[in-house]
Nanobody, 115 residues
Framework: QVQLAESGGGLVQSGGSLRLTCVASGTTASIYGMAWYRQVPGKQRELVALMTPNSSTNYADSVKGRFTISRNKARNIWYLQMNSLRPEDTAVYYC?????????WGQGTQVTVSS
């Protein structure tokens, strides 16, 4: 089993920055991919950024050039650096880890961007 814990959300003004952190614990050796998703009420959860086992990254078009996913592999910590935040980035952000048998999710952290 893998447990994920996000932190770093909060309230920020438009144009500001936040860094989200996801700490993985448990059988972390089984993880081969990590991602960040977000969800607003009434909408489907959407992929924001992902990192593959060979450290390739991919981003949603809406966040390209503003968000950066990174990791500290030795400490099983993943980050999402969010710059130039916009009100439309307001959502609950979830950390996701993928193993060969299942996906794991954190509890989510709220990000609110005021205009």
């Amino acid at each position: 089993q893998v447990q994920l814990a996000e932190s770093g959300g909060g309230l920020v003004q438009s144009g500001g920055s936040l860094r989200l952190t996801c700490v993985a614990s448990g059988t972390t050796a089984s993880i081969y991919g990590m991602a960040w998703y977000r969800q607003v009420p009434g909408k489907q959860r959407e992929l924001v950024a992902l990192m593959t086992p060979n450290s390739s990254t991919n981003y949603a078009d809406s966040v390209k050039g503003r968000f950066t996913i990174s990791r500290n592999k030795a400490r099983n910590i993943w980050y999402l650096q969010m710059n130039s935040l916009r009100p439309e980035d307001t959502a609950v952000y979830y950390c996701n880890a993928q193993s060969s048998v299942r996906a794991y999710w954190g509890q989510g952290t709220q990000v609110t961007v005021s205009s």
